[in-house]
């Protein structure tokens, strides 16, 4: 799963694994929805979330979660 976000989370691009992945009825669906919505169903995003410590530090952060939601890593 790939997606781009813009500066406030918001999905701006998504490849077909990433809508097949979160289950949603199309690419246009995602596009303009908060990341952290559609993929932990919360209203804010995690505190582990890489694109919320890039966004602070604009260094490259990575992390493998399971994800219940997803059913996966």
């Known amino acids: 799963m790939v997606a781009m976000l813009d ?6 691009w998504l490849n077909d694994a990433m809508v097949t ?12 929805k ?8 919360t209203n804010e995003p995690p505190d582990y979330c890489p694109h919320s410590k890039f966004l602070k530090d604009k260094q490259v952060h990575c992390v493998e979660v399971y994800l219940d939601k997803l059913q996966g890593d």
């Open 7 to 12: 500066e406030h989370h918001k999905i701006i």
């Open 34 to 41: 908060l990341c952290y919505e559609l993929v932990h169903g």
């Open 21 to 32: 992945t979160l289950g949603a009825e199309s690419r246009e669906y995602c596009i303009g």
